[in-house]
């Protein structure tokens, strides 16, 4: 009988997303152990959130999955930098590898990357910030990457959690093009905290909808906003969103915030210090929207949020846009994404993925979907 080969998980970030993907990553264990034949075993040796952390005391003993909140609650571990932390998973025993799942949304931890992969350890993630910001870090990451130009000793780095959560439109964007289509242009409602906010502020009918202050305290209880709601609010996640897409489809955006991008911000709370500050001080700013709501309603028409990337002109543009409730980004429930792509093969009637494009539970699926093709790999 072959020996199953042990994958060395480390979770960095244990917020919405990370408990629910830990939740997913037991049961994961639990079916890989169960199968007569077990070909993986899933191995936790670290587990940290901002202020704590707790690591294995060897490889062979690693944290129970089931009881990592005790493990790393009872932890007085500060978090290991990242270069330690590296270090550390790079002596993780043969046959198979560690992994790093980063979920949060730590700019610093996405920028070291590519130092986690050029010592041959993957990494998963619905971290934003390390595919959308600077081109150079983009660079860094793909050169240091097995599936990217790196050697085949590299890590891999997936992360198709970073765009429209668990939906599959990073997998979707490679497979066209590798395929051999062409893409022309990205438009959809890319945010699952917008689609939320103008869906139940400005329903179709215009029933029922709540202030838009209200609406904004709701997304962030359900765990679709942003760490700090403030970046969702500022239009700079669906900026991130359209960069990181039209990066994969070869048009090199500098970074977010060099295309338009139109910010729901007031401006005088755009220096609050903290989110909640931000939160509590909306109400105020209601009626702004309001007006902006009610001129749309007197054309027939609804708001919704969307991003936009057209890259047969090397452009993207992100705002606030009037659609009548007849069309298929008019009539979005919930937390709903809908992306459209339009290719040479798909040119009149585009490729259209839509569902959840928020909450702890779909994101961790797509994170937990790319855990497993990397252990394939492994
Ligand atoms: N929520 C969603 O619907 C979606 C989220 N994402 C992405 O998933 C990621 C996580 O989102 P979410 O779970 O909602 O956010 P949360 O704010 O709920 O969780 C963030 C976690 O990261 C931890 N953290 C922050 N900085 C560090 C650090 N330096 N070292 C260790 N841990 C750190 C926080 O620690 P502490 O607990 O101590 O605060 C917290 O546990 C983000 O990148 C987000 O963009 C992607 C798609 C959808
Ligand atoms: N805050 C984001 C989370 C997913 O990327 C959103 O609302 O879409
Ligand atoms: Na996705």
Same mark, same amino acid.
């Given at each position: 009988m072959?020996?199953p080969?042990?994958?060395?998980?480390?979770?960095i970030?244990?917020?919405?997303?990370?408990?629910?993907?830990?939740?997913?990553?037991?049961?994961?264990s639990?079916?890989?152990?169960?199968?007569?034949?077990?070909?993986?075993?899933?191995?936790?040796?670290?587990?940290a959130?901002?202020?704590?952390?707790?690591?294995?005391?060897?490889?062979?003993?690693?944290i129970p999955?089931? !009881?990592?909140?005790? @493990?790393?609650?009872?932890? /007085?571990?500060? $978090?290991?930098?990242?270069?330690?932390?590296?270090? +550390?998973? *790079?002596?993780?025993?043969?046959?198979?590898?560690?992994?790093?799942?980063?979920?949060?949304?730590?700019?610093?931890?996405?920028?070291?990357?590519?130092?986690?992969?050029?010592?041959g350890?993957?990494?998963?993630?619905p971290?934003?910030?390390?595919?959308?910001s600077?081109?150079?870090?983009?660079?860094?990451?793909?050169?240091?990457?097995?599936?990217?130009?790196?050697?085949?000793t590299?890590?891999?780095?997936?992360?198709?959690?970073?765009?429209g959560?668990?939906?599959p439109?990073?997998?979707t964007?490679?497979?066209?093009?590798?395929?051999g289509?062409?893409?022309?242009?990205?438009e959809?409602?890319? !945010?699952?905290?917008? @689609?939320?906010?103008?869906n /139940?502020?400005? $329903?179709?009918?215009?029933?029922?909808?709540?202030? +838009?202050? *209200?609406e904004?305290?709701?997304?962030?209880?359900?765990g679709y906003?942003?760490?700090?709601?403030?970046?969702?609010?500022?239009?700079?996640?669906?900026?991130?969103?359209?960069?990181?897409?039209?990066?994969?489809?070869?048009?090199?955006v500098?970074?977010?915030?060099?295309?338009?991008?139109?910010s729901?911000?007031?401006?005088?709370l755009?220096?609050?210090?903290?989110?909640?500050?931000?939160?509590?001080?909306?109400?105020?700013f209601?009626?702004?929207?309001?007006?902006?709501?009610?001129e749309?309603?007197?054309?027939?028409?609804?708001?919704?949020?969307?991003?936009t990337?057209?890259?047969?002109k090397?452009?993207?543009?992100?705002?606030?846009?009037?659609?009548?409730?007849?069309?298929?980004?008019?009539?979005?429930?919930?937390?709903?994404?809908?992306?459209?792509?339009?290719?040479?093969?798909?040119?009149?009637s585009p490729?259209?993925?839509?569902?959840s494009?928020?909450?702890?539970?779909?994101?961790a699926?797509?994170?937990?979907?790319?855990?497993?093709?990397?252990?394939?790999?492994?």
């Amino acid at each position: 009988m072959s020996v199953p080969k042990n994958v060395y998980v480390a979770v960095i970030g244990t917020g919405g997303v990370g408990k629910a993907f830990l939740s997913q990553l037991e049961a994961l264990s639990h079916r890989y152990l169960s199968s007569p034949t077990p070909k993986t075993r899933i191995s936790l040796v670290y587990a940290a959130r901002s202020s704590k952390a707790v690591l294995a005391n060897a490889y062979h003993d690693p944290i129970p999955i089931s !009881s990592w909140s005790d @493990s790393l609650n009872s932890s /007085s571990t500060p $978090p290991l930098e990242p270069p330690a932390l590296a270090d +550390f998973l *790079a002596k993780a025993p043969a046959p198979g590898r560690a992994v790093v799942i980063d979920n949060t949304s730590n700019e610093d931890i996405a920028r070291s990357y590519p130092i986690f992969l050029s010592k041959g350890v993957s990494v998963v993630t619905p971290n934003k910030k390390a595919f959308s910001s600077d081109l150079d870090l983009w660079k860094a990451i793909f050169a240091a990457a097995a599936n990217g130009s790196g050697p085949a000793t590299a890590g891999y780095i997936y992360h198709e959690a970073s765009v429209g959560a668990g939906l599959p439109i990073i997998s979707t964007v490679k497979d066209l093009i590798e395929t051999g289509d062409i893409i022309t242009r990205i438009e959809g409602v890319l !945010s699952g905290t917008m @689609s939320f906010l103008f869906n /139940s502020f400005m $329903p179709i009918g215009g029933a029922n909808g709540g202030g +838009f202050s *209200a609406e904004v305290r709701n997304a962030r209880d359900l765990g679709y906003t942003e760490p700090d709601p403030r970046d969702d609010l500022n239009g700079l996640d669906v900026a991130r969103k359209c960069t990181v897409l039209a990066r994969l489809a070869g048009v090199p955006v500098a970074s977010p915030t060099s295309f338009p991008v139109q910010s729901l911000i007031p401006k005088e709370l755009e220096n609050v210090k903290t989110g909640e500050e931000f939160v509590d001080g909306l109400p105020q700013f209601d009626a702004q929207i309001e007006a902006v709501k009610q001129e749309a309603a007197k054309e027939g028409k609804v708001l919704r949020y969307v991003g936009t990337v057209d890259v047969t002109k090397g452009e993207c543009e992100v705002g606030l846009r009037k659609f009548d409730p007849s069309h298929p980004i008019g009539g979005l429930k919930g937390s709903d994404n809908i992306f459209s792509f339009y290719t040479k093969r798909y040119e009149t009637s585009p490729l259209v993925i839509q569902g959840s494009g928020a909450g702890a539970e779909v994101t961790a699926m797509g994170i937990l979907a790319d855990f497993i093709k990397v252990c394939g790999l492994l």
